[in-house]
């Protein structure tokens, strides 16, 4: 399995990024894909998370209502639409695969693929 991330970049604070990550190597029905993110001096924290098949959707606390995550699947791509963007959302941003579709989506010790990572900057 292989995902690369994309659509980092710099914004102001209060504006908008679309993240994708392209999955391939696999089909992925049985997977859930997740996005983490870290800061410069801070661990990896979950971002949000998506189940393949069917849809389901978790996030973490700080994203809540401003992000969105969604996946095409014809198109083997998961999606991070952010919104309302704060210069603390600044961090690497990764996408992630679980094989197992595990109900502990939030964990990063649950993901066994991933993917290279990309840089979002929300300046003040």
């Known amino acids: 399995v292989q995902l690369q991330a994309s659509g980092g970049g710099l914004v102001q604070a209060g504006g908008s990024l679309r993240l994708s990550c392209a999955a391939s190597?696999?089909?992925?029905?049985?997977?859930?894909m997740g996005w983490f993110r870290q800061a410069p001096g801070k661990e990896r924290e979950f971002v949000a998370a998506?189940?393949?098949?069917?849809?389901?959707?978790l996030y973490g606390y700080s994203v809540k209502g401003r992000f969105t995550v969604s996946r095409d699947i014809a198109a083997n791509a998961l999606y991070l639409q952010m919104n309302s963007l704060r210069p603390e959302d600044t961090a690497v941003y990764y996408c992630?695969?679980?094989?197992?579709?595990?109900?502990?989506?939030?964990?990063?010790?649950?993901?066994?693929?991933w993917g290279q990572g990309t840089l979002v900057t929300v300046s003040s």
């Open positions: 992630a695969a679980d094989r197992e579709g595990s109900y502990s989506a939030h964990q990063q010790y649950e993901y066994d693929y």
């Open positions: 998506i189940r393949w098949s069917g849809g389901s959707t």
């Open positions: 190597g696999r089909t992925f029905s049985t997977y859930v």
